[in-house]
T-cell receptor
Framework: GQQVMQIPQYQHVQEGEDFTTYCNSSTTLSNIQWYKQRPGGHPVFLIQLVKSGEVKKQKRLTFQFGEAKKNSSLHITATQTTDVGTYFCAGRESGGGADGLTFGKGTHLIIQP | EAGVAQSPRYKIIEKRQSVAFWCNPISGHATLYWYQQILGQGPKLLIQFQNNGVVDDSQLPKDRFSAERLKGVDSTLKIQPAKLEDSAVYLC????????????FGSGTQLSVL
């Protein structure tokens, strides 16, 4: 079945440093979504990418979808303590019948003030 | 707009006991999902409903897990009998049509099996 892998599993940064997490799928995706989960909370939707090579920005966050639609990345510029949490990518397999997302294991972002 | 409601928030049971979780999706949302999130991992889809019909239950351990959404609104997930490895957060999510939109998650039920 479809597998979605994320690296790194953990990332420690100093406040103000940049952060990047990478997502790779074993199969071609129809679209990819990113979610953020704060400690003790539930996943909250950040963004969806659909087109090959798509790049979207949300303030300090930049999301990219690979040309082959099998990988994606999330980059945060100048991290702040409010960015703490786990970032998940979740993909929908291209041509798949059901709508359910396959989530990666997430990247835990830890920020040291 | 009210979010996805789940109860209970926490549940502690002994292995071999049974347990049930309840979810009420956002009003008007046709698609409902149950995810299992083991500590340190991403959510894993257990079952997807479209209205009152099952779309995907390929990853549901059917020997012990069951779920229903009889009237196409709220849903119940049951585990009987529970095993130690079922300790996890059970997340319910919903979408309007199930056609590739974002998921709205509830706060989850944290299950501890002792």
């Amino acid at each position: 079945g479809q597998q979605v892998m994320q690296i790194p599993q953990y990332q420690h940064v100093q406040e103000g440093e940049d952060f990047t997490t990478y997502c790779n799928s074993s199969t071609t995706l129809s679209n990819i979504q990113w979610y953020k989960q704060r400690p003790g909370g539930h996943p909250v939707f950040l963004i969806q990418l659909v087109k090959s090579g798509e790049v979207k920005k949300q303030k300090r966050l930049t999301f990219q979808f690979g040309e082959a639609k099998k990988n994606s990345s999330l980059h945060i510029t100048a991290t702040q303590t409010t960015d703490v949490g786990t970032y998940f990518c979740a993909g929908r397999e291209s041509g798949g019948g059901a709508d359910g997302l396959t989530f990666g294991k997430g990247t835990h972002l830890i920020i040291q003030p | 707009e009210a979010g996805v409601a789940q109860s209970p928030r926490y549940k502690i049971i002994e292995k071999r006991q049974s347990v049930a979780f309840w979810c009420n999706p956002i009003s008007g949302h046709a698609t409902l999902y149950w995810y299992q999130q083991i500590l340190g991992q991403g959510p894993k889809l257990l079952i997807q409903f479209q209205n009152n019909g099952v779309v995907d239950d390929s990853q549901l351990p059917k020997d012990r897990f069951s779920a229903e959404r009889l009237k196409g609104v709220d849903s119940t997930l049951k585990i009987q009998p529970a095993k130690l490895e079922d300790s996890a957060v059970y997340l319910c999510a919903s979408t309007l049509t199930g056609q590739g939109e974002k998921l709205f998650f509830g706060s989850g039920t944290q299950l501890s099996v002792l």
